[in-house]
């Protein structure tokens, strides 16, 4: 027997994250936060992957369908950032989720908490987000845009940084 055999896991785990469709999920840098979109892009649910799965955090991106581009961890797990086709990058404190805004969700059974803060990028363009730094998030548009902003734990979300990296991108097929 090789040594992969015996590293494996005979123990799976599901965990039902949404109603509807997975359009977006992302893993901690340790592998024991999962944050999870479905296709209706309106909530971002943090799920501890250790233990019994469960649910720990329920984060409102909004109340209009969105399709989520893309979500990412802080180097620390203490942040979230989440793109999607609204033209939007929302960050959240997973840490310490009281920095969030609340959310006013109608008829829900469990609290959920709004963004710390957000941004703008081109609308309708896809867009990758992650952190660059502790207090820093980047965004990189397929409309050939670069965004590099600063935040902080009281909810102020500031460009430090705006660039084109891609000129003409008519002519260019992704």
Not at 89 to 105: E, F
Not at 120 to 133: D, H, L, Q, R, T
Not at 134 to 146: K, L, M, R
Request: aromatic residues 10%; hydrophobic residues 40%; charged residues 20%.
């Amino acid at each position: 027997m090789n040594g992969i055999e015996n590293d494996m896991s005979y123990n799976p785990r599901v965990i039902h994250v949404h109603t509807n469709e997975l359009a977006a999920l992302a893993l901690n840098h340790a592998a024991t936060l999962l944050a999870t979109a479905s296709k209706r892009g309106t909530l971002i649910r943090v799920w501890s992957t250790t233990g019994l799965c469960e649910k720990l955090f329920e984060f409102r991106r909004g109340s209009d369908t969105a399709d989520i581009h893309c979500i990412a961890f802080s180097f620390d797990s203490s942040f979230l950032c989440v793109s999607s086709d609204k033209g939007t990058v929302h960050l959240y404190g997973i840490r310490d989720p009281k920095l969030n805004r609340m959310a006013a969700i109608p008829h829900a059974l469990n609290e959920a908490f709004g963004d710390l803060c957000n941004f703008k990028v081109a609308i309708e363009w896809s867009c990758i987000c992650a952190f660059s730094g502790p207090s820093h998030v980047i965004a990189a548009s397929f409309d050939g845009t670069f965004h590099k902003h600063i935040f902080t734990v009281d909810g102020k979300c500031n460009r430090e940084e705006f660039e084109l990296y891609l000129d003409g991108v008519d002519g260019c097929d992704f």
